[in-house]
């Protein structure tokens, strides 16, 4: 009796074995929380063909667009801990909208589980051909020249271009005028139009202005100079301690089991090792930089401090 006892027990037990021992068995969604076509999307993109091959079953991008990317954030904050709804992330949805949004449904910290680091990506600093200035040093002098006359382009109140946009200030002492658009691509063709002066935005789309001369690149945010540009020198040569990174990251509802995250988080960063990854990343201005759960936690954290002062600093508030 003992023995037909202890088979049925294991024979129970077998049936209950924990999902994320044979995750994933269907379709995985990949939630992108901004419209299709951006660099967060195409990174997205490049994850879920992968994986699906990797697996052998469906990783399907889904853009839910909208309000700086809470949208898409918030659905993914509602979703079941299982692994099946995953979230390519960003500065702007998980870390610098919990300070500038008044009303989310959602807790960045409470209701995620960071999986990996993906990409960092540098904003570039950049200057209407108008303006003298030729370097980092010579911009801040022109800025203390003409306080407050200088006018700045940002691709909307809030956005890691605005912010950045202030963090430079701060950080140099001086003082503009914030022009807000609604994209990049509306500030490049300001600026080119030769209706703003400056902007510290998408290298991803100011590069190719900047090597066809109708845009003037004084240096990038991050705190490596881009392999895009090795030339271009960083803010940080100039202003100790500037560092004004985008970045993308993975992350799932929290509650997710540890296996799938270690599943997910090892499987991120050999897709980000592979070299026609790399190369399509560096097209995009972006540097590949996968991380464990822990050490992507640690950097959130970080960067969820930084964020908030700078955000406190500009006054910005969305409702």
């Known amino acids: 009796m003992r023995v037909v006892f202890a088979a049925a027990l294991a024979a129970s037990l ?16 990949v ?8 660099s967060t999307d195409l990174i997205a993109r490049i994850l879920a063909q992968h994986m699906q091959t ?20 918030g659905y993914v904050a509602k979703a079941a801990g ?14 610098i909208n919990a300070f500038l949004y008044t009303k989310l449904t959602f807790d960045v910290e409470r209701d995620f589980q960071p999986v990996s680091l993906l990409a960092l990506l540098p904003n570039l600093l950049f200057v209407n051909p108008k303006i003298p ?22 691709s909307g109140i809030g956005t890691s271009s605005h912010l950045s946009s202030v963090m430079f200030q701060l950080a140099t002492g001086t003082t503009m005028t914030h022009v807000p658009f609604r994209s990049t691509g509306e500030v490049m063709n300001s600026m080119i139009g030769g209706h703003i002066d400056l902007a510290i935005d998408s290298m991803t789309t100011a ?21 895009t540009a090795p030339d271009l020198p960083t803010i940080g040569e100039t202003v100790p301690g500037f560092q004004a990174t985008a970045w993308q990251g993975l992350f799932t509802p929290a ?16 897709i980000l090792e592979l070299a026609e990854v790399a190369a399509q990343l560096k097209d995009l201005g972006a540097q590949p930089a996968p991380s464990g759960p822990e050490q992507f936690a640690d950097f959130l954290k970080s960067e969820r401090a930084k964020w908030q002062e700078v955000v406190k600093a500009s006054g910005a508030r969305i409702d």
């Open 54 to 73: 990797k697996f052998g079953t469906p990783f399907v991008v889904e853009n839910r667009a909208g309000a700086g990317g809470s949208i898409g954030t």
């Open 207 to 227: 590069w190719p202005h900047a090597r066809a001369g109708t845009v003037r690149a004084i240096a990038v945010t991050t705190p490596q100079r881009s392999t």
């Open 14 to 29: 077998a049936s209950a074995a924990p999902a994320q021992e044979i995750w994933p068995q269907r379709q995985v969604n």
């Open 31 to 38: 939630v992108v929380p901004f419209a299709a076509g951006g």
């Open 255 to 270: 509650g997710t089991p540890r296996a799938v995250l270690d599943k997910l988080a090892a499987e991120a960063k050999r």
């Open 133 to 154: 200035a030729k370097t980092v040093t010579e911009i801040i002098e022109y800025l203390k020249a003409n306080a407050g006359k200088v006018n700045f382009g940002s």
């Open 82 to 95: 299982d692994g099946y709804t995953l979230l390519v992330g960003t500065v702007s949805s998980n870390a």
